[in-house]
């Protein structure tokens, strides 16, 4: 990855997070939870804990563009690979995704007193 993250299309990014971000578009709509970051990637090495929002009446499958091999990404997803960055190792105890976006997240830290 490039080191001032100048990133701004899905062929640019690693390979983890471009396997993320097509789980991001799997899911459409939903949560992550527990999903923990190292060196400033999210460790996929194990099942995710995902709970998917099904809209009724709604297209609740994946989103169109997860079947492109390239893309420019969104605002959302380089400030959200920017914030993995930032934590460097930890947990994002949970992950709300909207329209296959990262939207909103919750960070587990340890501050000392």
Do not use: C, Y
């Amino acid at each position: 990855m490039h080191a001032g993250w100048d990133v701004t299309q899905k062929s640019q990014l690693s390979p983890t997070l471009r396997r993320f971000l097509e789980i991001l578009q799997r899911i459409n709509h939903g949560t992550i939870s527990d999903l923990r970051v190292r060196a400033g990637e999210p460790v996929l090495d194990s099942p995710l804990k995902v709970v998917r929002q099904i809209k009724l009446g709604a297209e609740n499958g994946p989103r169109p563009e997860s079947g492109r091999a390239d893309f420019m990404l969104k605002a959302q997803h380089i400030e959200f690979f920017k914030a993995l960055r930032a934590i460097g190792s930890g947990t994002i105890a949970e992950l709300e995704v909207k329209h296959g976006l990262p939207f909103m997240m919750v960070v587990e830290e340890e501050l000392v007193a």
